[in-house]
């Protein structure tokens, strides 16, 4: 083998169409990963935050644990314990039980990281804001929803945009669960033809790489944008 | 900023009430109402546990013969203990050639010098923006392929060396944004009257911005270690010994125990993790209290801002 062997594309363009739909199952995973993560995150935020100190303490259990424990593990289990031991998912296609099996690991895993995110976007919220409305005479939603939340979501666009970057990156552990995403799919060429592996890496970096850096400047750029003049 | 702004700023802890942004102090009617909801959710919460746990036993996923291979000690030791021991080896590994790559790149990333800042920040960029998975695999079957390229013999890694470069570079990468916005965070009027008193570039940085900097960035250092720890999991997936493939994959191969496998190998990784988290969240408030420094903590990552384009460091991200 010389250099050029090393770095000739050819190969890996042969093989186009598998990638892109590697990568069109990590946007699929990615985008609705992103919608259950919200979801996840501001029910347990608002958990976190509520006067019911059973709600508080159910809230801090699930933050502290799904944040501390590896996301390989909370993908295995999902894939050896929920599917294989427990039969949740079991039945069809692998691939497509694996993708929503991956889908319900990622977005508790990421759920716990956007609740803190959002909690401390709340903590940013001086008290005299809240103050100022309620001696004004607002109602609880009122306040709520006129001075106190949408400063408090100016404020976490960019966490918010550094979580979802991440998790985009995170779904390359999906193939642990069954999901054939962009990783798995790069892991079978390298099985495949393990000659042109620096070629097949840096198409694959890149990829990435235009997924994550654009997602980047966008939340950079709304975050400046919205940002709160304190 | 500067020092004596830092110490008037007004101190945060407030009288002890139970009045937040969103909630007024409570009155009668609505402490009865939390009362109620209280009970209310707490019954909620018991029937989904038993609801599991009922799941659970209908598949005899809770019988108690599957606890039996904890009570062996060797079990313990050939599993559990085996596989803590390769985690906590390649991610002690990671961590400290993770900080020698970040120091390096940091530093060069605030070079006065183009041709060191801009290769210096490619690289880091790069690094941070790809999953550390597929630098792992790289790892493991790039080296003797290029190697062949240039006419040399070169083993192929191992699955713990491959661990290692994985986490060496995409950690070595977020610290080395840490170190910068640590080193960015001392106000510039330290360094302008380094620079008057005489001192060179050099003892400037060594004197005056590092000493400095260090206080704000240490909380975020050892909240990037969570992240380090937790990524060296990643090694079950190119077969890399450590405690998720030894203590929880081995284990339920060979002793059929999925749940019990998972609480044991999930109770250790939270326990290992959470001890670093209020390790640094310590660190915070202390260097958040101290006066030898002028620079503002960088804090322990919830808030901070990351990622590669939101600005920032990234530090303990998922």
Redesign the interface.
Same mark, same amino acid.
């Given at each position: 083998?010389?250099?050029n !062997?090393?770095i000739d594309f050819a190969p890996v363009f042969d093989n186009l169409g598998q990638i892109l739909r590697g990568f069109w199952t990590t946007v699929q995973l990615s985008a609705v990963t992103a919608v259950f993560a919200m979801i996840i995150g501001t029910v347990v935020a608002g958990m976190r935050?509520s006067?019911?100190? /059973?709600?508080r303490g159910?809230g801090t259990v699930y933050v502290?644990?799904f944040?501390?424990?590896?996301?390989?593990?909370i993908l295995?289990?999902c894939g050896?314990?929920l599917r294989d031991?427990?039969?949740i998912w079991a039945h069809g296609d692998a691939s497509t039980s694996g993708y929503w099996l991956a889908v319900l690991g990622l977005s508790v %895993?990421?759920g716990a990281?956007i609740c !803190?995110?959002l909690?401390? =976007?709340?903590?940013?919220?001086?008290?005299g804001?809240?103050e100022a409305a309620?001696s004004i005479g607002l109602t609880?939603n009122q306040s709520?929803r006129l001075v /106190?939340l949408p400063q408090a979501f100016r404020s976490v666009i960019?966490?918010i945009?550094?979580?979802l970057?991440?998790?985009i990156?995170?779904?390359?552990?999906a193939?642990?669960a069954g999901s054939s995403e962009a990783?798995a799919v790069?892991?079978q060429m390298?099985d495949d033809d393990? =000659?042109s592996?620096?070629p097949i890496?840096l198409v694959?970096?890149a990829g %990435?790489?235009i997924l994550?850096?654009?997602?980047? %400047?966008?939340? =950079?750029w709304l975050?400046k944008r919205k940002a709160v003049s304190r | 900023m500067t020092t004596t702004e830092t110490a008037s700023r007004p101190p945060t802890r407030r009288p002890k009430r139970n009045a937040s942004v969103l909630f007024d102090v409570p009155g009668p009617r609505a402490r009865r109402r939390n009362h109620i909801l209280t009970v209310v959710f707490a019954l909620v919460f018991l029937g989904v546990l038993a609801l599991l746990i009922w799941a659970l036993d209908q598949k005899h996923q809770l019988d108690g013969k599957l606890w039996t291979p904890f009570t062996k000690a060797n079990v313990w030791q050939n599993y559990v203990w085996h596989g803590l021991w390769a985690t906590l080896k390649a991610t002690v590994v990671a961590a400290v050639l993770a900080l020698v790559f970040g120091v390096v790149f940091g530093i060069a990333r605030l070079s006065d010098h183009r041709w060191i800042r801009l290769p210096a920040g490619a690289v880091v960029e790069f690094f941070r923006a790809i999953p550390v998975l597929i630098m792992m695999f790289f790892a493991l079957v790039g080296p003797p392929i290029i190697a062949d390229a240039f006419g040399r013999a070169f083993d192929p890694l191992s699955g713990f060396e491959a661990v290692v470069v994985g986490l060496t570079l995409y950690n070595g990468s977020v610290l080395a944004e840490i170190i910068r916005a640590g080193i960015n965070s001392v106000p510039s009027g330290q360094s302008e009257a380094g620079y008057s008193i005489g001192l060179r570039k050099s003892g400037v940085m060594l004197r005056i911005l590092v000493p400095q900097g260090i206080t704000a960035m240490m909380p975020a250092i050892v909240s990037q270690l969570v992240v380090l720890l937790k990524d060296s999991a990643l090694g079950y997936i190119i077969a890399y010994e450590d405690l998720l493939n030894s203590g929880f994959y081995q284990v339920k191969s060979n002793y059929g125990n999925l749940i019990p496998a998972a609480i044991v190998v999930t109770a250790i990784y939270v326990a290992m993790n959470m001890a670093l988290g209020y390790f640094a969240n310590w660190l915070e408030r202390r260097s958040r209290r101290s006066s030898r420094s002028a620079a503002r903590s960088l804090g322990t990552g919830t808030g901070a801002p990351p990622a590669a384009g939101v600005g920032g460091s990234g530090v303990g991200l998922p």
């Open positions: 083998m010389n250099l !062997e090393l935050v006067p019911i100190p /059973v709600l159910a502290n644990l944040r501390n424990t590896p996301l390989t593990l295995l289990f050896l314990g031991t427990l039969g %895993y990421t990281f !803190e995110s909690r401390a =976007g709340i903590n940013t919220v001086p008290l804001q809240a309620r609880f709520l /106190v960019a966490p945009g550094s979580v970057i991440a998790m990156k995170n779904t390359s552990v193939l642990v990783t790069m892991k390298f393990s =000659g592996v620096v890496f694959f970096a %990435y790489m994550t850096l654009p997602t980047g %400047y966008f939340f =950079g975050a | -």
